[in-house]
């Protein structure tokens, strides 16, 4: 059975700074894996998709990388924005399960301005 | 890109009676739709799995009479919840699958369900 685990698990720091928000997971064969955004109250935002075949992703000031083998992902946040407070959601698709998605407790993220 | 839609966003209801939460696909047709249930500062939980044209698929511990699934169409699931109490109070999510698969699931904006 697949498990997620993210770490921290909350986070406060003040804008501009760069962010790391880690990811692991106990199943290594998973067909991708995804980072969503979730903000108080409301659903999931999708942010980025890696492949299982691939390393990384990039959108905008986000990165995401991907050590299938070791079960790792880290998402990489760029000169943080007070907008960027939310939760982050870490979610591999290994195919256990009717979704096939296990998802973390996530990152709860404060920026603050 | 896909847009999954969600409602109501909200709802208030007395114990006991029943809500229905709608999970709609805009723009694009969706075999398999999937429902969650979050409560507060912990993980998505899958419910079920919604197929259309046939009964809904229910998670381990779930009580399928009592969360009433039907996906009657290839845009729309509906989840029912049947005399509802407080410890139903959550939020819910659904989310779809497309008809071409790829393992992409595209989620609603979810509904926020207080019994009182």
């Not at chain 2, 799995?49 to 698929?57: C, I, L, V, Y």
């Not at chain 2, 009657?72 to 139903?88: F, K």
């Amino acid at each position: 059975k697949q498990e997620v685990t993210q770490i921290p698990a909350a986070l406060s720091v003040p804008e501009g700074e760069n962010l790391v928000l880690n990811c692991s997971f106990t199943d290594s064969a998973i067909y991708n894996l995804q980072w969503f955004r979730q903000d108080p109250g409301k659903g999931l935002t999708s942010l980025l998709l890696i492949q299982s075949s691939q390393r990384e992703q990039t959108s905008g000031r986000l990165n995401a990388s991907l050590d299938k083998s070791s079960g790792r992902s880290t998402l990489y946040i760029a000169a943080s924005q007070p907008g960027d407070s939310a939760t982050y959601l870490c979610a591999p698709h290994s195919g256990g399960g009717a979704d096939g998605l296990t998802f973390g407790k996530g990152t709860h993220l404060i920026i603050q301005p | 890109g896909a847009v999954v839609s969600q409602h109501p966003s909200w709802v208030i209801c007395k114990s006991g009676t029943s809500v229905k939460i709608e999970c709609r696909s805009l723009d694009f047709q969706a075999t398999t739709m999937f429902w969650y249930r979050q409560f507060p500062k912990q993980s998505l939980m899958l419910m079920a799995t919604s197929n259309e044209g046939s009964k809904a698929t229910y998670e381990q511990g779930v009580e399928k009479d009592k969360f009433l699934i039907n996906h009657a169409s290839l845009t729309l699931s509906t989840l029912t919840v049947t005399s509802a109490h407080p410890e139903d109070s959550s939020f819910y999510i659904c989310s779809a699958m497309t008809v071409s698969g790829a393992n992409v699931l595209t989620f609603g904006a979810g509904s926020r369900l207080t019994v009182l």
